[in-house]
């Protein structure tokens, strides 16, 4: 069982490496419009990841938080409940992330090779990773307490259900095809690609995390150091702060909201 779920898991590494080895060449050999859709693209990719990563951790932070009788004997120790919440914060975000850096290796790896990096990009990214991760487990735990003690209220649920339906209507709104006609094809060819990209720019919003990560890879593969541990320190600082924040103050919201459930 052991050989098949290691074959499987290198088999994967091996063919997503492969693909993303060569759709990257593929992009890159297109003159002057390489570089910029493979800069969309991973903008794209880590902000769609950052927004998988917050739905994940809010799942397992939830289920591990106030359904799990582990917690709940726990509680009845003479233990801290802030103690009891950082060990689970900290084992729900590596459970809800690991796959996450699994998933992203081989397109980092293959990107890496495509623009003949020096080997220190690797760890580094490595690093920046690790950073990124903890953003949206923190932020998925502090909803999982405010699920935790709100979601029963049928106020929040209509609230939940008009916002939900407010969001798909305007991304259908949004992201809706834009035709193009003969007109526009006469312009100059980059005009007409920011145009068709003109959907994708909310991931380029500098107050996202997934862009200070995706900047500071892009930053550090051109050689622009600088540039590169700016971001990082950026991403370091929130880490740090918000860190701080999850593991000093939200023991007792935390003890509260299990109080709410179990009493349910």
């Known amino acids: ?77 003479p233990v801290p409940c802030q103690t009891v919440f950082q060990w689970k914060l900290i084992e729900s975000t ?15 790896a293959a990107y890496g090779l495509v623009n003949h990096v020096d080997w220190h990009f690797y760890p580094v990214v490595l690093g920046m990773i690790g ?30 259900m008009v916002g939900l339906t407010a969001a798909i209507g305007l991304l259908l709104f949004k992201f809706r095809p834009e035709p193009i006609t003969d007109e526009v094809l006469e312009t100059r060819v980059l005009a007409v690609i920011d145009r068709l990209l003109d959907n994708t720019r909310f991931a380029q919003f500098p107050l996202l995390p997934s862009y200070w ?14 540039t590169a541990l700016f971001f990082a320190l950026i991403l370091l600082s929130y880490v740090l702060f918000f860190g701080t ?15 709410m459930v179990h009493s349910r």
């Not at 902000?47 to 917690?71: D, H, K, M, P, Q």
């Not at 924040?245 to 109080?259: C, I, K, P, Q, V």
């Open 245 to 259: 924040l999850a593991a000093t103050r939200l023991g007792g919201a935390f003890y509260e909201a299990s109080s």
């Open 131 to 160: 950073l990124f991760v903890v953003l949206p487990g923190i932020a998925g735990s502090w909803l999982a307490i405010f699920v935790a003690r709100y979601l029963d209220r049928k106020g929040l649920q209509i609230l939940l």
């Open 94 to 108: 590596l459970l809800a992330s690991w796959a996450f850096v699994f998933l992203i290796a081989p397109l980092l």
């Open 213 to 226: 990560l995706s900047a500071s890879v892009q930053n550090w593969s051109e050689g622009a150091v600088p």
């Open 1 to 77: 069982l052991l050989a098949l779920i290691g074959a499987f898991l290198a088999g994967y590494a091996a063919l997503a490496f492969t693909l993303f080895y060569g759709g990257l060449r593929f992009i890159s050999r297109f003159p002057g419009l390489g570089g910029l859709l493979v800069e969309r693209l991973l903008f794209l990719l880590f902000a769609f990841l950052f927004a998988l990563l917050l739905i994940s951790n809010l799942v397992i932070g939830y289920t591990n938080l106030f359904r799990n009788r582990e917690t709940a004997f726990l509680l009845t120790l």
